[in-house]
Structure formats: structure tokens, C-alpha cells
């Protein structure tokens, strides 16, 4: 049981971690190739902040619990093994990530149901732009002066 705890703690942090990774860079690799950019770090460097911060907090907080493991571990008199820390490593961060995606998701859903129902980024806040630029252009038309496109 515990090798199948090791495995699919490995395989879920490791897969979880490879895929978001692997997205950012097909990003970054799809739109340097659509537009010719070659300015990484203007162009990228939101994400690549994040993805470095997220790198070095997780290595941090590795470290903190390794030690915090490890003396648990001598308390108890017994030795430190890393199969048995990266188990409890992997159930600490599943916890903290499983919180993160459900406010995320909540923030999402939630988000588009206010959206949805009359909220100033809706369908509405759009048709009252539109409704503005053609009397602005029906205006324009009155005073003799044909309206530009911007088509």
C-alpha cells in the first residue's frame, strides 16, 4: 500500500506540475512562432514570474517540511526515509492545491453566473457600446460629416 501511495503521489504532483508547465511553454513557443516575437521576458514575463515563484515556494516549502519530517522522525526515534517524507510532502501540497483549484473554480463559476446576469463585462455592457457608437455615428452623419470605420 505504501508503494502505491509513493506512486500515485508521484505521478499526480509530477503530472500535475509537467502539464501546467508543458501548457506555459507551448504558449509561449505557438505565439513566438505566430508573431516572430523574440523578446521573452517583455513579452512572457508574467508567466514566467509566476512559474518561478511557484517553482521556488514549492522547493521552499519541500525544505521546510524535510526538516520539520526529519525531526519528527528523530523524536520518534526513527530514521528520515525520503519514500516516506515525499508521501507526506505530496499529501500537504495535494491539500493546499486541491483548496487553490476550488476557490479558483468557485471564483470562476461564480464569476460567470454574475457575468451572465447583467454584470457591466456582460452581453449588455456591449450592446449599450454599440447602441452609443451608432447614435454618436447617426450624429456625425446630421452635422454632415461622413463617420470613419474602423473595419
Given at each position: 500500500m505504501e508503494d502505491f501511495a509513493l506512486w500515485t503521489t508521484s505521478l499526480v504532483l509530477i503530472g500535475t506540475s509537467a502539464f501546467l508547465f508543458?501548457?506555459?511553454?507551448?504558449?509561449?513557443?505557438?505565439e513566438r512562432r505566430r508573431s516572430g516575437v523574440r523578446r521573452l521576458w517583455r513579452n512572457f514575463g508574467l508567466s514566467l514570474t509566476?512559474?518561478?515563484?511557484?517553482?521556488?515556494?514549492?522547493?521552499?516549502?519541500?525544505?521546510?517540511e524535510w526538516s520539520s519530517f526529519a525531526h519528527?522522525?528523530?523524536?520518534?526515534?526513527?530514521?528520515?526515509?525520503?519514500?516516506?517524507?515525499?508521501?507526506?510532502?505530496?499529501?500537504?501540497?495535494?491539500?493546499?492545491?486541491?483548496?487553490?483549484?476550488l476557490q479558483l473554480f468557485s471564483f470562476v463559476v461564480v464569476s460567470a453566473v454574475l457575468i451572465h446576469h447583467?454584470?457591466?463585462?456582460?452581453?449588455?455592457?456591449?450592446?449599450?457600446?454599440?447602441?452609443?457608437?451608432?447614435?454618436?455615428?447617426?450624429?456625425?452623419?446630421?452635422a454632415g460629416l461622413p463617420p470613419r470605420t474602423t473595419r
Amino acid at each position: 500500500m505504501e508503494d502505491f501511495a509513493l506512486w500515485t503521489t508521484s505521478l499526480v504532483l509530477i503530472g500535475t506540475s509537467a502539464f501546467l508547465f508543458g501548457m506555459l511553454v507551448r504558449s509561449i513557443v505557438q505565439e513566438r512562432r505566430r508573431s516572430g516575437v523574440r523578446r521573452l521576458w517583455r513579452n512572457f514575463g508574467l508567466s514566467l514570474t509566476f512559474a518561478i515563484l511557484f517553482l521556488v515556494s514549492w522547493a521552499a516549502q519541500g525544505l521546510a517540511e524535510w526538516s520539520s519530517f526529519a525531526h519528527e522522525q528523530a523524536a520518534h526515534g526513527q530514521v528520515a526515509h525520503l519514500s516516506d517524507f515525499w508521501v507526506e510532502f505530496g499529501q500537504s501540497t495535494l491539500e493546499n492545491w486541491q483548496s487553490e483549484f476550488l476557490q479558483l473554480f468557485s471564483f470562476v463559476v461564480v464569476s460567470a453566473v454574475l457575468i451572465h446576469h447583467g454584470s457591466s463585462e456582460s452581453k449588455d455592457g456591449t450592446e449599450r457600446i454599440e447602441r452609443s457608437v451608432e447614435e454618436i455615428r447617426t450624429m456625425l452623419r446630421e452635422a454632415g460629416l461622413p463617420p470613419r470605420t474602423t473595419r
